[in-house]
């Protein structure tokens, strides 16, 4: 099937992102590349589990003294329907509308970015008011590891969103680009997961010390 | 398209190679470099063996000495023993599948082009200052107080070539399950394939610990971060952990392509089915599993405590059970078969005492109470030389004999391969058979000198005599190589007359879309099958169509040349900011320069159009009568 085949709503597969050998090729790919990030951030929240609270003398702020449930609350929501709205632009994409699907992903970004920066006030307030830096300690060196690296993936998440809105936004959708805006959705879904993770062990467990 | 035969000139050639995507390519590219890197890591052995020849020698100096020996060993587990692997893989399992190229030819080009500079990288450190000499384990406690620039030139050249192992995983496992011909169900897949299938899971989930370990490392060394730094509330073990949750499953990395050559050596040279191939598929995968289960073990002495040390003391000794599988079937797939003891059986044959030997050893190793005797001293150095060198290097060079009519067309000299044989077993088991023993008397691995009057002189020598046996054995190799090219005698699609599996079907080497018509899988050894009834050729799956190929590309050699680039920035500014801004101004420059270098390249990839081309139905006709090559 050649990728660049134009399409309408009732000639659209059904699983456009799996209908190529090069879609089925890289949706595999990249579910095998997860299972790869899950052992890295498991890597990751090993190393902070076991450097959680450690601090080279008793001046330095734990976990206890600095999380604030609100905060991350508000965090949590954002990316959590950052999720959902990922899923309808999905649901769109199934559906050969490209407009309703590029709207939801817009929202998606939106939401990405107001999490991000969250998580930027977030830090620089630990940091202000805590003098919990990367540097200070092993406890911070491991926060900002594991919750910066989860960071970073939202910006490589939302970049990767916007690059391919605006590669495409007008040519519509096609086998060819298909796949590349399911796996990104994809994506996004995994750094949602790792979130619920990080929400638990890091914030959660954090306040009851 | 297809059929340009004619000669090219020198920067043709190279200007193909630097963007080939075609995974044949690919293989050579791996089989030089790691070829390269062997010879490399073959020198610092010398130096290694020449240091340790008479007690309280002064050839080379203590902090050299360290630098080397930790060369020696990175260099040949990263630099030299998997991509070595890489190139047969790349070379053989497509075609063994019945696929005309890889799942991802251009993330194929791009593992092999981030292994390469980050190989280069590594090895710079030579030039720059000083090479990492904490070993090739970089402990911790060792490495983080390590002066100069040697271990960062490991953090960063290994995680450069860890990301390119990394992909060069994905990519073979999707093309395992994706792109095998119509009939080629899991059951029927050769053993080299199967091994490569579990090799490439084990790289999937145990390269991420380790590049997890070298982000740590290199944020305290680079960024002030305090993981490994206790003072600060770091703990040095986190790093032991997460190196060898890789480092275990690494070795099995290592040894699982090498017994899946070993397999495919025996079942044709003994022109027989393999033995209990169910049973060995099982064993392949339960070694991949269990390894994951082990890491432990090289951390006995650490302090975990009796419960863990039993724990991973008894689920080490059971991985024996599955390899022991092995070693019997491939005993009995010998039994009764019409054996030919070509250079490739030659060593499977030698394999199987050397690498058992190893494995026995490892049985007394896991002995926790035990290792405490042995921990650190050269039984551990013998031990894992006999695994590795007796059971992965011994494959690598039966690979290179056995695949290379395959790779390049021509035959290696039988004969100078079978002096390349003796000389190297004889070599290799001078070398370390002693090494047990020193271990045992009590000598510390790693230690730069030996005193006389110890009862070490003796076996020391044996051993360096040993290593000199090896090298003039690799010289042979070498000089084997160049006259075989020279000589240019082509060969036809199954040289070794015994060919089983589906590579031997075609050409050697294979035209660069490998199969005109997908070939029909009727069962194991397809090829075998159809020689039986008769065949000269595989039952195709399909009429001959187009062909639908991959374009070459630049962007992945500029992608990995980006990292190079930023490695050196992200090295510097350590010395920028140690000198508050005096010095090394250039190097936050050249970090961000060599990211926008990758991701630009990365953004151009993804917004340029790459649907690749198609060979024409009446060319390929045309090729069948002219023949092409
Ligand atoms: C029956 C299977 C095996 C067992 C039971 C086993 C057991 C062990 C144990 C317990 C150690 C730690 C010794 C110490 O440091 O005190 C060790 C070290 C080692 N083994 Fe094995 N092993 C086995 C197979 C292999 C294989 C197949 C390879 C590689 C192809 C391998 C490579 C190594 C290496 C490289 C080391 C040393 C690492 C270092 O400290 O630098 N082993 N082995
Ligand atoms: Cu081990």
């Known amino acids: ?209 | 398209m297809s059929t340009v035969a004619q000669k090219q000139g020198f920067l043709a050639v190279l200007w193909d190679y630097l963007t080939t995507v075609d995974h044949k390519k690919i293989a050579i590219l791996y089989l030089i470099s790691g070829g390269f890197f062997f010879l490399v890591g073959g020198i610092e052995a010398m130096i290694i063996r020449i240091q340790l020849a008479v007690p309280d020698n002064n050839f080379v100096s203590a902090g050299l000495y360290n630098e080397i020996l930790t060369m020696h060993g990175t260099t040949m587990i990263f630099l030299a023993a998997m991509p070595l692997l890489f190139a047969f893989m790349n070379a053989v399992v497509p075609l063994q599948i019945g696929a005309r190229d890889v799942a991802f030819p251009f993330l194929n080009s791009l593992g092999f082009w981030l292994f390469f500079f980050g190989g280069i990288f590594l090895n710079l450190s030579w030039f720059l200052g000083g090479a990492p000499d904490a070993g090739w384990t970089s402990y911790a406690s060792l490495s983080i107080t390590s002066e100069g620039h040697g271990i960062d030139f490991y953090v960063l050249g290994l995680q450069i070539s860890g990301a390119g192992t990394l992909i060069a995983g994905i990519n073979f496992l999707v093309t395992i399950i994706n792109m095998r011909a119509p009939g080629m169900t899991y059951m029927r897949m050769p053993l080299f394939t199967w091994s490569t299938f579990v090799a490439s899971a084990l790289i999937l989930f145990a390269f991420p610990p380790l590049t997890v370990g070298l982000f740590l490392m290199l944020f305290d060394r680079m960024f002030g971060a305090n993981f490994f730094d206790v003072s600060m509330g770091g703990n040095t073990i986190i790093w032991e952990h997460l190196f060898w949750i890789f480092g275990h499953p690494e070795v099995y990395i290592l040894i699982l392509p090498a017994f899946g050559i070993f397999s495919e050596i025996f079942a044709t040279f003994s022109r027989k089915r393999l033995f209990g191939y169910a049973a060995m598929v099982f064993a392949t995968v339960l070694i991949g599993f269990l390894g994951f289960m082990v890491w432990a073990h090289h951390m006995f002495t650490v302090g975990l405590g009796p419960t863990a040390n039993a724990i991973f003391a008894v689920a080490t000794m059971a991985i024996a059970v599955p390899t022991g599988v092995k070693i019997f079937n491939w005993m009995l797939t010998m039994w009764g078969g019409s054996i030919v003891f070509t250079t490739p059986m030659l060593y499977a044959v030698a394999f199987i005492p050397s690498f058992t030997a190893g494995g026995v050893t490892g049985v007394m190793l896991a002995s926790a109470a035990a290792d405490y005797q042995y921990h650190d001293t050269y039984f551990v150095v013998a031990h894992f030389h006999y695994v590795i060198v007796g059971g992965v290097v011994l494959g690598l060079l039966a690979g290179t004999h056995f695949y290379w009519p395959k790779m390049f067309g021509t035959m290696l000299n039988e004969f100078l391969g079978k002096i390349t044989f003796w000389l190297f077993l004889i070599g290799f088991h001078a070398t370390f058979f002693v090494q047990h023993f020193l271990g045992l008397m009590g000598m510390p691995r790693r230690i730069w000198k030996f005193l006389d009057g110890q009862g070490l002189n003796l076996f020391n020598l044996i051993s360096t005599i040993g290593a000199v046996f090896m090298a003039v054995a690799v010289l042979v190799l070498v000089y084997n190589i160049i006259i075989t090219q020279i000589k240019n005698v082509r060969v036809g699609n199954d040289p070794w007359g015994d060919g089983r599996t589906l590579e031997w079907a075609i050409a050697s080497p294979p035209p660069f879309y490998n199969f005109k018509q997908l070939p029909l899988v009727r069962g194991l050894d397809p090829y075998w099958i159809e020689k039986m009834e008769g065949n000269t050729k595989m039952t195709p799956a399909e009429p001959v169509g187009d062909i639908h190929m991959p374009n070459n590309s630049f962007i992945p050699f500029v992608m990995s040349l980006g990292l190079f680039i930023a490695a050196f920035g992200a090295m510097y500014q350590v010395d920028w900011r140690a000198s508050d801004g005096e010095s090394f101004v250039w190097a936050i420059p050249v970090l961000i320069i060599g990211l926008l270098i990758t991701l630009g390249s990365m953004a151009v990839r993804s917004l340029k159009d790459d649907h690749g081309y198609h060979i024409h139905k009446e060319d390929l006709l045309k090729d069948d009568e002219g023949g092409r090559e």
């Open chain 1, 1 to 209: 099937m050649d990728a660049e085949q134009k399409f309408t709503s009732r000639t659209w597969p059904e699983s456009p992102e799996k209908t190529t050998l090069e879609g089925k090729n890289k949706f595999l790919g990249f579910w095998l590349f997860l299972g790869g990030e899950t052992v890295l951030f498991a890597s990751l929240f090993a190393t902070y589990l076991a450097l959680k609270d450690k601090v080279p003398s008793d001046d330095h702020a734990l976990a206890i003294d600095m999380f604030e449930l609100p905060l991350v609350f508000i965090m949590t929501m954002l990316l959590l329907t950052s999720s959902l709205t990922s899923v309808y632009a999905m649901y769109h994409m199934k559906n050969y509308n490209f407009q309703k699907m590029k709207t939801w992903l817009i929202i998606t970004v939106g939401l990405g970015l107001a999490f991000l920066g969250f998580e930027i006030y977030e830090f620089n307030h630990y940091v202000h008011e805590y003098h919990h830096t990367f540097t200070s300690s092993a406890f911070g060196s491991s926060f900002y590891t594991l919750v910066g690296f989860h960071g970073a993936h939202v910006v490589v998440g939302l970049g990767w969103f916007l690059l391919l809105l605006i590669r495409n936004t007008n040519r519509g959708l096609n086998l060819y680009n298909a796949p590349k805006f399911f796996l990104a959705s994809l994506y996004w879904h995994f750094i949602d997961v790792v979130w619920v993770f990080i929400f638990t062990v890091v914030y959660l467990m954090g306040m009851v010390g």
